[in-house]
Nanobody, 114 residues
Framework: QVQLVESGGGLVQFGGSLRLSCAAS??????MGWYRRAPGKQRELVAV???????NYVDSVKDRFTISRDNAKNTVYLQMNSLKPEDTAVYYC??????????WGQGTQVTVSS
């Protein structure tokens, strides 16, 4: 069974940094990444990384966030630098099972104060 364990959320000031981690287990994951839902806004895909290492980012975070994965640990990370209040959201770990389905974690709150 697929299980996702997220950590790293919290409250930071404008310009601060956080690193989110998501430890996945139970399958082989062709894609791993992070969604977020900001208050009053639609859920958006923030970043994804494929098994081969290629990445995609939403334009608003390209110059500030870095996604990475440790395939041996089945863990995906999101290093978030230069955080802005607009980054405030619940962040959800996302994985896609090879030849299978999508899964999301429970979510971790990221709050950036001005």
């Amino acid at each position: 069974q697929v299980q996702l364990v997220e950590s790293g959320g919290g409250l930071v000031q404008f310009g601060g940094s956080l690193r989110l981690s998501c430890a996945a287990s139970g399958s082989i994951f062709s894609m791993m990444g992070w969604y977020r839902r900001a208050p009053g806004k639609q859920r958006e895909l923030v970043a994804v990384i494929r098994s081969g290492g290629t990445t995609n980012y939403v334009d608003s975070v390209k110059d500030r966030f870095t996604i990475s994965r440790d395939n041996a640990k089945n863990t995906v990370y999101l290093q978030m630098n230069s955080l802005k209040p607009e980054d405030t959201a619940v962040y959800y770990c996302y994985v896609h099972v090879l030849y299978g389905s999508d899964y999301w974690g429970q979510g971790t709150q990221v709050t950036v104060s001005s």
